[in-house]
């Protein structure tokens, strides 16, 4: 079945340094989603990208969907201490009706 | 609106009991799924329906039963509780399914001794 695999598992970064995460289908996909978990909260819904090459930005946070639309970034610049928590991708084949989760990538920020 | 709602917050089981978490939604969503998270493992999909009356196996469906009577309520059953099923359980609603974003409840940790 479909696989998205997601690295890293863990990112420690000082407040004010960049964060990157990675996502990447063994299929190609039709849309990927990204989504924020906040420390004993639920995942929320972040953007969705559904075009090759796609890139797109929420103030600080740039999302990229790659050209073959198989793999895909979340990057977060000058990370906040409000960035902490879990950021799982999304994505979804053609056939499929549900999205196959990544296992998310937990960012930790210090002070 | 509630948005997505799940019963119980909270739930201790003894292995063998069973019982039934439940999940409504307020949104006339016609997609709604049921995940568990379990540590580095992320969301996998146990269950999921397209509509009511319709519904099919995700992931790791063993030990889980589901149903769909009406567009608002996807209850999920445990028929024998195990401790491998001690878990955190979100329950999801999207307007269309992969191709819209999902709005998650608040999830009901479950252990199972």
């Known amino acids: 079945g479909q696989q998205v695999m997601q690295i890293p598992q863990y990112q420690h970064v000082q407040e004010g340094e960049d964060f990157t995460t990675y996502c990447n289908s063994s299929?190609?996909?039709?849309?990927i989603q990204w989504y924020k978990q906040r420390p004993g909260g639920h995942p929320v819904f972040l953007i969705q990208?559904?075009?090759?090459?796609e890139v797109k930005k929420q103030k600080r946070l740039t999302f990229q969907f790659g050209e073959a639309k198989k793999n895909s970034s979340l990057h977060i610049t000058a990370t906040q201490t409000t960035d902490v928590g879990t950021y799982f991708c999304?994505?979804?084949?053609?056939?499929?009706?549900?999205?196959?989760f990544g296992r998310g990538t937990s960012l930790i920020v210090h002070p | 609106n509630a948005g997505v709602t799940q019963t119980p917050k909270f739930q201790v089981l003894k292995t063998g009991q069973s019982m039934t978490l439940q999940c409504a939604q307020d949104m006339n969503h016609e997609y709604m799924s049921w995940y568990r998270q379990d540590p580095g493992m992320g969301l996998r999909l146990i269950h999921y329906s397209v509509g009511a009356g319709i519904t099919d196996q995700g992931e790791v469906p063993n030990g889980y039963n589901v149903s769909r009577s009406t567009t608002e309520d996807f209850p999920l059953r445990l028929l024998s509780a195990a401790p491998s099923q001690t878990s955190v359980y979100f329950c999801?609603?999207?307007?269309?399914?992969?191709?819209?974003?999902?709005?998650f409840g608040p999830g009901t940790r479950l252990t199972v001794l």
């Open positions: 999801a609603s999207s307007r269309a399914g992969g191709s819209d974003e999902q709005f």
């Open positions: 999304a994505g979804r084949s053609g056939g499929s009706y549900i999205p196959t």
């Open positions: 990208l559904v075009k090759s090459g």
């Open positions: 299929t190609t996909l039709s849309n």
